[in-house]
Antibody
């Protein structure tokens, strides 16, 4: 059974850093397209970043230069390092497995990041 | 970036009603469109992709259509478990996916 379990969210001050983790089971992270998608409170979905099976990475303009997506193949885990956090980064962050780079077929339960002083 | 605009932003309907939600892209996306359902406090669930292909396990009362810039999601007979928020997503400009702002389907 495919499972994605995020962790690492919490309350952080503006300008701070946080690292989110997504532990996967039932499939191999390194063989799939893995993304982070976020949802601000009461708002819609926003794609944040993706890492391809080959290792290429892409970012939304809103986070480029501040966020870094990576994976640890030995732990079958996806990460999102978030630096220079802003109030507008406050959201539930979902780890997501992309199918054929077109849709998300599995989502984690989400982890809430709150950026506030 | 390709902008996705859904309408309406919310609607009220009764069990058994036929419901249609529209999604318009800011440029042609060649049927590179998916629909998701999200219930409060839960992750989204994939319903359809390629504009009209039903994801495995999704009830056949859900259908999709459209071409070019305009797409629709139709629920043929609304069931109690269908009250949720629906999002369209374009993947024409993959990996830079964009989503619509959502349509909340509420009980009338």
């Amino acid at each position: 059974e495919v499972q994605l379990v995020e962790s690492g969210g919490g309350l952080i001050q503006p300008g701070g850093s946080l690292r989110l983790s997504c532990a996967a089971s039932g499939f191999t992270v390194s063989s799939n397209y893995m993304s982070w998608v976020r949802q601000a409170p009461g708002k819609g979905l926003e794609w944040v970043s993706v890492i391809y099976s080959g290792g290429s990475t892409y970012y939304a303009d809103s986070v480029k230069g501040r966020f870094t997506i990576s994976r640890d193949n030995s732990k079958n885990t996806l990460y999102l390092q978030m630096n220079s956090l802003r109030a507008e980064d406050t959201a539930v962050y979902y780890c997501a497995r992309g199918r054929d780079l077109i849709v998300v077929d599995y989502w984690g339960q989400g982890t809430l990041v709150t950026v506030s002083s | 970036d390709i902008q996705m605009t859904q309408s309406p932003s919310s609607l009220s309907a009764s069990v058994g009603d036929r419901v249609t939600i529209t999604c318009r892209a800011s440029q042609g996306i060649s049927n590179s469109l998916a629909w998701y359902q999200q219930k409060p406090g839960k992750a989204p669930k994939l319903l359809l992709y390629a504009a009209s292909r039903l994801e495995s396990g999704v009830p056949s009362r859900f259908s999709g259509s459209g071409s070019g810039t305009d797409y629709t999601l139709t629920i043929s007979s609304l069931q109690p478990e269908d009250f949720a928020t629906y999002y369209c997503q374009q993947y024409y400009s993959t990996p830079r996916w964009t989503f619509g702002q959502g349509t909340k389907v509420e009980i009338k």
